[in-house]
Nanobody
Framework: VQLQASGGGLVQAGGSLRLSCAAS????????LGWFRQAPGKEREFVSAITWNGDRIYYADFVKGRFTISRDNAKNSVYLQMNSLRPDDTAVYYC????????????????????WGQGTQVTVSS
């Protein structure tokens, strides 16, 4: 099972990036998919998660109104549209999957996941 994240890069403050994460090896239609990030010298933190049918979406407070998560089960993929990027959004972004529905979100926000992607670097310059 693999989660392959892509779409990171260097962008100026106020700019946008769209991260993608493609899953392979199994179907993730019954999984919550999410994004985490880890900045240099900091612990990994929860960013956003979406249930299998998209009926529940969760965001960390620091990205509300700026980031949008979505998924395409036909493509076994999850996306993170990041707008109004700030220098403190600089981090390695990881996608993750946890089997279940909205009841697994609380544990997922603390870092629990069944599968992790390899990460993609996002750098926001001031």
């Amino acid at each position: 099972v693999q989660l392959q994240a892509s779409g990171g890069g260097l962008v100026q403050a106020g700019g946008s990036l769209r991260l993608s994460c493609a899953a392979s090896g199994r179907t993730f239609s019954s999984y919550v998919l999410g994004w985490f990030r880890q900045a240099p010298g900091k612990e990994r933190e929860f960013v956003s998660a979406i249930t299998w049918n998209g009926d529940r979406i969760y965001y960390a407070d620091f990205v509300k109104g700026r980031f949008t998560i979505s998924r395409d089960n036909a493509k076994n993929s999850v996306y993170l549209q990041m707008n109004s990027l700030r220098p403190d959004d600089t981090a390695v972004y990881y996608c993750a999957a946890r089997e279940g529905a909205d009841w697994v979100i609380p544990s997922m926000t603390t870092g629990r996941a069944d599968y992790w992607g390899q990460g993609t670097q996002v750098t926001v310059s001031s």
